[in-house]
């Protein structure tokens, strides 16, 4: 069996079952500080009527997924309102953080860089190791191992890292954090790296087999627009593998507001499965596979009683933590 980092790596005989992780333990320092200072720096924002509005920080949208202007309230956090839109499903903020705001937050914020902090927890470590081994499995199902993959919102590198000890990929990134870019540079070559958005990037005629998009959808305030870019750099029997939250988890159902992907200063969508197949539709894909991750997180530890059965019924109603989807071009 191989191993990486002293984790060894087994093979995967269904994809179906989530890679299952103990994390019934109080949340670690570096994870409560993140929440702790968004919450500071969502109040920092002036506020009129409990809502942030100056336009120099926000913009109103409609349904990204639908360019739809119905929709109805939800509740408000932090200053923000997240909505519903009425004919797609799908959830959002709709007072966002202007691009070019949280794109500067991205690169210089403490905040960003205690999300990245937890990555050298070693419990969060050995999760991640076996995620991306799980879907590096899958990868070959049906890619060459000599193709090109392409890592949007590359965070602090380590997927790319894995991939460049455990596979033959030719692998690009695209990463706008600037405490990581020489680490992932040094890995994927300069001219592979890329710090701007997916629409303003020029791959030189680069085609991809694979697009990776690991918890970036979410994020995205145009996300039709860069899902739509990604179709005309993938190849005709390419893949994108996009891992989002999903809204209608049971943590969610149990924790309400308080559950840590309800995060509006940075997640500015929040997708059902549905919503998340006309999202594909619209930009050109459909959905060639499906898989859950994370059926429970720490904090549903108290208001749960954790057994198979628990496992098996949030499987079953599609309540996992996050959701992956595999997409594939539309067939013509």
Aim: proline content about 3%; charged content about 25%; overall charge negative.
């Amino acid at each position: 069996m191989k191993s990486y980092k002293g984790i060894k790596l087994p093979t995967i005989k269904d994809f179906s079952v989530p890679i299952y992780v103990d994390n019934n333990k109080p949340r670690r320092e570096s994870t409560n500080r993140y929440f702790e200072e968004s919450f500071k720096e969502a109040n920092s924002f002036l506020k009129v009527g409990g809502l942030i509005i100056d336009e120099k920080l926000v913009k109103f949208v409609d349904c990204p997924v639908c360019n739809s202007k119905n929709k109805k309230e939800l509740f408000v956090k932090w200053g923000f309102r997240i909505s519903t839109c009425i004919d797609c499903n799908h959830s959002f903020v709709e007072n966002q953080l202007k691009s070019s705001v949280l794109e500067k937050l991205y690169a210089t914020s403490e905040i960003d860089e205690l999300f990245q902090e937890r990555s050298v927890d070693k419990d969060h470590m050995k999760y991640m190791i076996l995620f991306y081994n799980k879907y590096l499995q899958y990868f070959s199902k049906f890619i060459n191992k000599e193709g090109s993959l392409l890592d949007v919102g590359a965070g602090d590198g380590k997927f790319i890292e894995f991939l460049d000890a455990t596979s033959s990929y030719k692998l690009s990134a695209m990463e706008f954090s600037e405490k990581s870019a020489d680490f992932i540079k040094n890995i994927v070559g300069e001219e592979n790296f890329y710090n701007t958005p997916i629409t303003n990037s020029d791959f030189k005629g680069e085609m991809f087999n694979i697009i990776t998009i690991w918890g970036v959808l979410e994020h995205m305030d145009s996300p039709l627009t860069e899902l739509s870019k990604c179709k005309e750099i993938l190849l005709k029997d390419g893949r994108i593998i996009a891992l989002v939250p999903n809204f209608e988890s049971r943590a969610f159902k149990i924790l309400g507001i308080n559950t840590p992907t309800i995060n509006p200063r940075s997640h500015l969508q929040y997708y059902t499965y549905n919503s998340f197949e006309k999202l594909a539709d619209n930009a050109g894909f459909e959905i060639d596979a499906y898989f859950q991750e994370l059926p429970v997180i720490d904090l549903m530890y108290d208001f749960i009683c954790y057994s198979e059965e628990l496992i098996e019924s949030i499987l079953k109603d599609n309540e996992s933590y996050r959701s992956v989807y595999i997409l594939k071009h539309k067939a013509s």
